[in-house]
């Protein structure tokens, strides 16, 4: 293995760090602790886990979390009038809706019902126009935390290739925006793109957000290459017991870190970034709800 391994858990810790700091002097200055209301519709499995990680970390960050948990067969209406109160509420500095939503539910008429201001998972269409313009906007987490330990391993990102995979608007759509942002020459490719292969092998930064376990094998990442792989897939583990299962990336890891100068793991990588990230663009939406200077 020649790749140096970019450690997102170690990294995120230090994130928590400066935002906990942040959070203290709010409160002990300006007498604000920063709150984010996390709202969850239904039992998935998987969201719960991470609603019960994010409001573990809201906690141990020094701000307020609130949990709103609502049954599967809660009409939208209901829901937009939660929006509307946690909108109106001046302890809540962030609110996440907890995607996916259950299929009655217009996922896209739930995000634009939260004030920009407080839309922390940066998904609401204001913020992704002030992304796509340039302006300062609510950065979505995932991307976020891409970019973050991209500038941390190179510096400047200036000139460089980078190709996406995966054009979600969640994920794949603002990373690329914020590569082009950092002045990279930016390729979004998806399922439909030919020869996805040489496409991968051009990039000096190569981000797999497809969702399809270790779809991305060695032989099409670029020697010395940083490969970020924001993909998480559950495989069975049958070498663990019987019915057990592990998580894997996109890319396959082991081929990977052969050729690429850095790659994050799954799990370690970009998952823990992206609470971390979370928590940062809460305290940012604190300090701009109350006009004080924002944290670098
Ligand atoms: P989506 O399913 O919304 O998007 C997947 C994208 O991958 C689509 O643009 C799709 O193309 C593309 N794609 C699918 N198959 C192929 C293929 N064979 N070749 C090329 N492109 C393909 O997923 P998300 O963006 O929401 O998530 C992607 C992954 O990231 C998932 O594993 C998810 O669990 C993970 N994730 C991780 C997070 C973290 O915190 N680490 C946070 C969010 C997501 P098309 O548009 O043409 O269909």
Known sequence: ??????????????????????VSRLKEVHGITPGLAVVLVGDDPASEVYVRNKGKQTLEAGMNSYEHKLPEDTPEADLLALVKQLNADPAVHGILVQLPLPQHIDE????NAITPDKDVDGFHILNVGLLGTGQKAMVPCTPLGCLMMLRDHHGSLSGLNAVVVGRSNIVGKPMAQLLLRDSCTVTIAHSRTKDLADVCRRADILVAAVGRPQMIPGDWVKPGATVIDVGINRIPAPEKGEGKTRLVGDVEFDSAAQVAGAITPVPGGVGPMTIACLLANTVTACCRANNLPEPE
């Open 1 to 22: 293995m020649s790749a140096k391994i970019i450690d997102g858990k170690a990294f995120a810790a230090e994130v928590r760090e400066k935002v906990a700091g942040h």
């Open 108 to 111: 896209e008429k739930v995000i």
